[in-house]
């Protein structure tokens, strides 16, 4: 259902029938999920006592049953580079920060090459 009404607010946006011309504009914007605030504010409503962390374990279920549910995979790959306190919780700030940190390009630099390979 929510795929079917975000996809009609798309045509609201572009027209129906949509054109190439548009379909490949629409596509070339980049993406504008949710923002570092907006994870902050959902994981803070689970956050009872107000003292920043959660614990790992509430995490790990959080992101594999609510919203956009992860693979248990995909939580795990995550959470391997996710620091705990001693009791075992996530800061949450700190989670959010390192969710929304861009991954570096893997696309290596041409020139650079070249000037390594002396051509």
Request: contains cysteine; negative net charge.
């Amino acid at each position: 259902y929510q795929r079917r009404v975000h996809g009609e607010g798309i045509l609201k946006t572009l027209g129906d029938p949509v054109t190439m011309d548009e379909f490949l504009s629409y596509m070339r914007k980049p993406y504008q999920g949710p923002t570092q605030q907006d994870l902050m504010t959902a994981l803070q409503a689970f956050d009872g006592n107000d003292s920043g962390y959660l614990k790992k374990t509430e995490l790990i279920s959080l992101l594999t049953t609510l919203g956009e549910k992860m693979s248990e995979e995909e939580v795990h790959q995550i959470m391997k580079d996710v620091k705990t306190d001693d009791e075992g919780r996530v800061n949450i700030e700190d989670f959010c920060k390192y969710l929304c940190t861009p991954v570096p390009s893997m696309t290596p630099n041409i020139e650079d090459l070249q000037k390594q390979l002396g051509v």
